[in-house]
């Protein structure tokens, strides 16, 4: 077999992935031959997540946008509750009086990106408060910003890619009890017992059980 090396690209950052020096300095020669590159050597930080290796596992964190988001949004050294909102406290909120004051799309799309990349934790929560981003309210800010604490006091958890473990993949689904007539489904995926992929997305259809949700979700994942 070959000797292997991954590239990966993101506008004008690269990360180049081999376990031979000799790959990895004749990739630099051959890339500096058409272009100017700098190495930053050992990877640290990829698309505005920051990456610690302990042992064999890589240890995946958003700790300084988080505290960037803190600074924007006025919530820095403040200390708040680690517990996540329960999604029984969630409500309806286009019942709520609009008030464009708010910056909501600026928030959620804030704590998007945080959640689809290292904060599978907030991410039934935020699909849930973007349903309601046309319709901005005080109680919709108030509720986005508690997310926003959420994370700001769980600012230290990473997520972690393992090395170690069995080589398998394994998909797991789930659904809530539909309560407005459409279930909200859930989907993980771990390779090597880490966490690589996960989604939460209301079904499109009205389920007429929990057992029939269920199996819209199972289907989700298989796609």
């Known amino acids: 077999m070959g000797k292997r090396f991954i590239i990966v690209i993101y506008v004008d950052d690269m990360v180049i992935m081999t376990k031979d020096?000799?790959?990895?300095?004749?990739?630099?020669?051959?890339?500096?031959?058409?272009?100017?590159?700098?190495?930053?050597?050992?990877?640290?930080?990829?698309?505005?997540?920051?990456?610690?290796?302990?042992?064999?596992?890589?240890?995946?964190s958003q700790k300084e946008a988080i505290e960037s988001l803190a600074i924007k949004f006025g919530l820095e050294n403040i200390n708040f509750?680690?517990?996540?909102?329960?999604?029984?406290?969630?409500?309806?909120?286009?019942?709520e009086e609009i008030d464009n004051s708010y910056p909501i799309r600026s928030i959620i799309g804030s704590l998007h990106f945080i959640a689809g990349r290292t904060r599978p934790d907030i991410t039934t929560a935020?699909?849930?408060l973007s349903r309601f981003q046309s319709k901005p309210s005080k109680m919709l800010w108030e509720t986005c910003k508690r997310v926003l604490k959420y994370l700001i006091s769980t600012k230290e958890k990473v997520l972690v890619l393992s090395g170690e473990g069995e080589d398998v993949i394994l998909v797991y689904s789930d659904a809530s009890q539909p309560n407005d007539g459409?279930?909200?489904?859930?989907?993980?995926?771990?390779?090597?017992?880490?966490?690589?992929?996960?989604?939460?997305?209301?079904?499109?259809?009205?389920?007429?059980?929990?057992?029939?949700?269920?199996?819209?979700?199972?289907?989700?994942?298989?796609?």
């Open 126 to 128: 935020i699909n849930y």
């Open 81 to 95: 509750s680690k517990k996540m909102i329960p999604m029984g406290e969630f409500h309806d909120f286009a019942v």
């Open 182 to 223: 459409k279930a909200i489904s859930g989907v993980i995926i771990k390779i090597n017992g880490s966490t690589v992929s996960w989604l939460s997305r209301r079904q499109s259809v009205v389920a007429t059980s929990t057992a029939e949700a269920e199996l819209y979700a199972m289907s989700l994942a298989i796609d």
């Open 21 to 60: 020096q000799e790959i990895m300095d004749m990739i630099e020669k051959k890339l500096n031959e058409d272009m100017k590159v700098k190495n930053l050597g050992k990877l640290e930080k990829f698309c505005g997540i920051g990456i610690k290796r302990k042992n064999r596992n890589f240890l995946l």
